[in-house]
């Protein structure tokens, strides 16, 4: 992989190679200068069979052995080219025949060309981008399963131990489960990128006393951050790498590996939980046809240039491709919505394989999408807010 990456890229490439070459030995290796989010992903793998995840550097050092001698760097971009091209020049050599090099884009090739039902799909001219291979990819790992991704269990425990140590500190008697809480905010010169921003750590407060309240333990990862105040009133009930004194890459793919349930927004966040399939609450969700399997998603509030709100119907059908939110302007959801798709999903946790009650609104959005795909639903929560028809208040218990 040598491309500029971002976080999930780095779980979804080895993750689709060790699915795809199912029964072969995979070593997947990462340009280091290329890719900045996470450095401690390769403990992901060490305990997964049959593939070897490996960063290597732009540039390998000798010792100059003789008096007299000088190194030239080349340009960076012939570089980074000359790379795979020498690499594949080199496997071809060395392997006699016997082992096959791929790039991340024949990988990617090799699987859509696999998935021969994308052909037929209706939709595929409304695919821009990446999108073919995100539809391609929740297929693979609905039919092509595969062990969960873990730390190793040393690192595991001592990080266990720790999280437990802080919410036990705090008062609690009962074992935590774990909630992996999150929250991205970027600020990107892709217009699409800050549409898929979440709200303030402030207005998840009263869903996380509710989680608390549970049993949950919260993690929060992503970009936001714990104030003094609020670290102070929930002391280990929701804690972040300063909390546990822990290095916060360890930390970060602790909680999105080893959580009972994930709560957060679109982003790279997401990627490690949905590998794992691990069930996710996807809140101020954009865009439309986004989702995973074990899924529940509450979509970002949208208006119209004018101001009016754009009905339910059309934004699922009409706007479910428009990356862009081109027709109007999106928001964050209330503080009161979020508590309310909280509340909703664990009560869905209870039964999780009970049919879709709400899937007739779900069958507005285009069957050509990774919603559908995936197999993800709409949070019941998000339909009492916004389809007038089916707006029975939410009862306790139920």
């Known amino acids: 992989m040598t491309n500029s990456s971002s976080f999930g890229y780095s779980i979804q490439g080895p993750d689709m190679a060790r ?14 200068w290329r890719y900045n989010p996470n450095p401690e992903i390769t403990e992901l793998w060490r305990g997964i069979k049959d593939i070897e995840v490996v960063f290597i550097p732009r540039f390998v050092f000798v010792r100059q052995l003789s008096e007299k001698g000088r190194v030239v760097l080349p ?7 000359m790379v ?11 392997g006699k025949g016997q082992v ?54 040393d690192v595991g425990n001592d990080f266990k131990r720790r999280f437990h140590e802080a919410w036990h500190a705090s008062g609690y008697k009962e074992e935590p489960k774990l909630c992996c809480l999150y929250l991205r905010w970027r600020k990107s010169l892709a217009k699409a990128s800050p549409l898929k921003n979440g709200g303030e750590l402030s207005s998840v407060l009263p869903a996380i006393r509710l989680l608390n309240a549970a049993g949950y333990q919260v993690a929060l990862t992503g970009d936001r951050e714990i104030t003094p105040e609020i670290r ?10 300063l909390t546990i004194k822990g290095d916060r890459s360890i930390y970060q793919l602790y909680t999105a590996s080893a959580a009972e349930i994930f709560i957060g927004n679109n982003g790279g966040g997401v990627t490690l939980p949905a590998s794992n399939g691990i069930p996710c609450l996807l809140l101020d969700w954009y865009p439309v046809i986004d989702g995973f399997s074990h899924s529940w998603l509450y979509y970002k509030p949208a208006t119209y240039k004018d101001g009016s709100p754009v009905p339910y119907d059309r934004f699922l059908r009409e706007h479910a491709f428009d990356l862009s939110c ?29 049919p879709d009650p709400h899937a007739d609104v779900a069958a507005l959005i285009p069957q050509g999408s990774v919603f559908h795909r995936a197999g993800s639903r709409l949070s019941p929560a998000w ?3 916004n389809v007038p028809e089916q707006s029975a208040p939410l009862r306790a218990g139920k």
């Open 100 to 153: 096959r090099f791929q790039s991340m884009t024949e990988l990617c090739d090799e699987m859509v060309e696999a998935d021969t039902d994308l052909a037929s799909s209706p939709d595929r001219k409304l695919w821009i981008g990446d999108y073919t291979i995100m539809m391609s990819y929740v297929h693979l790992l609905a039919c092509r399963p595969a062990p969960p991704l873990r730390l190793p269990v």
């Open 326 to 354: 081109s027709f109007g302007t999106l928001g964050n959801i209330s503080e009161e919505e979020t508590t309310e798709a909280v509340t909703s999903f664990l009560q869905d946790m209870k039964n999780v394989g009970a």
């Open 84 to 94: 795979q091209r020498f690499t594949r020049w080199f496997v071809r050599l060395v």
């Open 75 to 81: 340009f960076l971009k012939p570089h980074d080219s």
């Open 19 to 32: 699915r795809v070459a199912s029964g072969e030995h995979v070593l997947f290796l990462i340009a280091s």
């Open 232 to 241: 102070q009133e929930f002391g280990g009930g929701l804690i972040d790498d």
């Open 383 to 385: 339909i009492r807010h």
